[in-house]
């Protein structure tokens, strides 16, 4: 997976995880409470029902008190007179008061007239519920609630049915009545069906708001990882103009000094040994002397050729170290310029030799910049350690390169400083750069990862 797509996943793979927990969550809860809130709607309907069974009966049992209290065991008059006023009880279409004695004999049934005087205690309803029987059982112990399914009569068709029995013990009979449940489950049924709704509704607008937020996210994702990318790319061309433009730089002062140096000096080399051979074959007697001025020349080609050796790749910084490398760089720089440099080292050597040649090179860069623009008199170089931390700073007394409100900038082209600054960033470091008119301090920090013990430990 490339990188762009590796960002592209951890920036919207989270937050698709956070939509769907967030989502499932919200419909979570929100059905959890819709359903609480159905099912309380739902018992405080039944207990409505339920109550309005208790006044029902109540006002049946007040009708027939009088009668069915003066009344005897076996006083048929006074049980017509009682199935008279609870036939003529009913109230609604579909509510009515029902008698059955405790044999599942009916004795009152105002809206089925093939129900009286005959046995139901076996009838069963579509359930399988022994609906007399148990409605009989209810009347014995007291008086009580049962549910079961009955025709309905306004429809002829089985509805829910919740009904409440009392006992008139003395008659031995059942008096009931009921009510239908069907409409609290249409009620019900209608709040389940805005829960599924609202639930959709819920995943409509969370699908509305998510989508366009994920889209969103990954747009973002592709337009920094493509705008990155093209910075790098931008980048990477200057980089590898910049290291064309130096090794070209480089080449055209090696093909300098070639020429202007260990060229000229070859060939005056050739010229005075070609004399020389002339005046022995001429017999002449100061050949000696055109040998000497070769034999100058060529000691003088020698040191041309030692000295841009030791410029490319210092052998002192491969054997004896950064401080004795940059001692030899100073002497040189000295002898070649006229500018004093002094070299204080109170650091151990500690760094890698990758780390150590980037500070020389530093140091080169450094001293070349004193050399062409700050017409010091004076340069000092100091090596100590913090912490484990390599310093490497460098100051001259020259004029430096800021303006007169003390600002600092880097000098024309600013090459050997973005060098020195690409130097330190391979390592982690920083490079500081203080100038003023009173000269300038340059200031290279390695980190504790430059060490060679850093190193080891991570190879090992």
């Given at each position: 997976?490339?990188l762009?797509?590796?960002?592209?996943?951890?920036?919207?793979?989270?937050?698709?995880?956070?939509?769907?927990?967030?989502?499932?969550f919200?419909t979570?809860?929100?059905s959890?409470?819709?359903?609480s809130?159905?099912?309380?709607?739902?018992?405080?309907m039944?207990k409505?029902k339920?109550t309005?069974?208790?006044?029902?009966?109540?006002?049946?049992?007040?009708a027939?008190?009088?009668?069915?209290?003066?009344?005897?065991?076996d006083?048929?008059?006074?049980?017509?007179?009682?199935?008279?006023?609870?036939?003529?009880?009913?109230?609604g279409?579909?509510?009515?008061?029902?008698?059955?004695d405790?044999?599942?004999n009916?004795?009152v049934?105002?809206?089925?007239a093939?129900?009286p005087g005959?046995?139901w205690y076996n009838?069963v309803?579509p359930?399988?519920?022994?609906?007399i029987?148990?409605?009989?059982?209810?009347?014995?112990?007291?008086?009580?609630?049962?549910?079961?399914k009955?025709?309905?009569?306004s429809?002829g068709?089985?509805?829910?049915?919740l009904s409440?029995?009392?006992?008139?013990?003395?008659?031995r009979?059942?008096?009931g009545?009921?009510?239908?449940?069907?409409?609290?489950?249409?009620?019900?049924?209608?709040?389940?069906?805005?829960?599924?709704?609202?639930?959709?509704?819920?995943?409509?607008?969370?699908?509305?708001?998510?989508v366009?937020a994920?889209?969103?996210?990954?747009?973002?994702?592709?337009?920094?990882?493509?705008h990155?990318r093209?910075m790098?790319?931008?980048?990477?061309?200057l980089?590898?103009q910049?290291?064309?433009d130096?090794?070209?730089?480089?080449r055209?002062?090696?093909?300098r000094?070639?020429?202007?140096?260990i060229s000229?000096?070859?060939?005056?080399?050739?010229?005075?040994?070609?004399l020389?051979s002339?005046?022995?074959?001429?017999?002449?007697?100061?050949?000696?002397?055109?040998?000497?001025?070769?034999?100058?020349?060529?000691?003088?080609?020698?040191?041309?050729?030692?000295d841009?050796?030791?410029?490319?790749?210092?052998?002192?910084?491969?054997?004896?170290?950064?401080?004795?490398?940059?001692?030899?760089?100073?002497?040189?720089?000295s002898?070649?310029?006229g500018?004093?440099?002094?070299?204080?080292s109170?650091?151990a050597?500690?760094l890698a030799?990758?780390?150590?040649?980037?500070?020389?090179r530093?140091?080169?860069?450094?001293?070349?910049n004193?050399?062409?623009?700050?017409?010091?008199?004076h340069v000092?170089?100091?090596?100590?350690?913090?912490?484990g931390?390599v310093?490497m700073?460098?100051?001259?007394?020259?004029t430096?390169?800021?303006?007169?409100r003390?600002?600092?900038k880097?000098p024309?082209?600013?090459?050997?400083?973005r060098n020195?600054?690409e130097r330190m960033?391979?390592?982690?470091g920083?490079l500081l750069?203080n100038?003023?008119a009173?000269?300038?301090?340059?200031?290279?920090?390695m980190?504790?990862?430059?060490?060679?013990?850093?190193i080891?430990v991570?190879?090992?």
């Open positions: 997976m490339q762009r797509h590796q960002i592209v996943a951890l920036a919207i793979g989270p937050l698709v995880l956070v939509i769907l927990v967030v989502t499932a919200i979570w809860q929100s959890t409470l819709a359903r809130s159905i099912d309380t709607f739902e018992r405080n039944l409505a339920e309005e069974l208790l006044n029902l009966t109540n006002l049946a049992l007040s027939i008190k009088d009668v069915y209290q003066s009344a005897g065991a006083d048929d008059a006074a049980k017509e007179r009682v199935r008279q006023i609870l036939t003529s009880l009913d109230y279409e579909d509510g009515y008061f029902f008698v059955y405790y044999d599942g009916n004795v049934h105002p809206r089925q093939f129900r005959h046995n009838l309803d359930d399988g519920d022994k609906v029987a148990n409605l009989i059982i209810k009347a014995k112990e007291g008086g009580g609630l049962h549910q079961y009955w025709e309905k009569p429809s068709e089985m509805a829910d049915k409440f029995a009392a006992g008139l013990d003395k008659w009979w059942m008096i009545t009921g009510v239908y449940l069907d409409d609290v489950f249409v009620q019900t049924a209608s709040a389940k069906a805005d829960l599924r709704r609202s639930i959709g509704d819920t995943f409509l607008i969370v699908a509305l708001i998510a366009p994920v889209l969103l996210v990954f747009a973002t994702c592709m337009w920094i990882t493509l990155e093209r790098a790319d931008g980048k990477l061309k980089l590898t910049r290291i064309i130096t090794q070209e730089e480089e055209a002062r090696l093909a000094e070639l020429h202007d140096g000229q000096n070859l060939v005056g080399v050739r010229y005075a040994f070609d020389a002339r005046k022995v074959k001429g017999g002449s007697g100061d050949a000696a002397l055109a040998i000497d001025r070769g034999i100058e020349a060529l000691n003088d080609a020698i040191k041309e050729v030692r841009l050796s030791h410029e490319l790749r210092p052998r002192l910084l491969d054997d004896l170290g950064l401080t004795a490398a940059l001692t030899s760089l100073a002497e040189h720089f002898e070649r310029t500018i004093g440099v002094s070299v204080e109170t650091a050597q500690t030799p990758e780390a150590n040649t980037a500070l020389y530093i140091a080169q860069e450094a001293l070349t004193v050399e062409r623009h700050s017409g010091a008199s000092h170089v100091r090596i100590w350690s913090t912490k931390r310093r700073s460098i100051s001259d007394d020259g430096g390169f800021g303006n007169n003390g600002e600092t880097a024309a082209g600013g090459l050997g400083l020195m600054q960033a391979h390592f982690r920083i750069v100038s003023s009173e000269g300038t301090i340059l200031t290279a920090m980190p504790r990862s430059a060490n060679l013990d850093s080891a991570d190879a090992a």
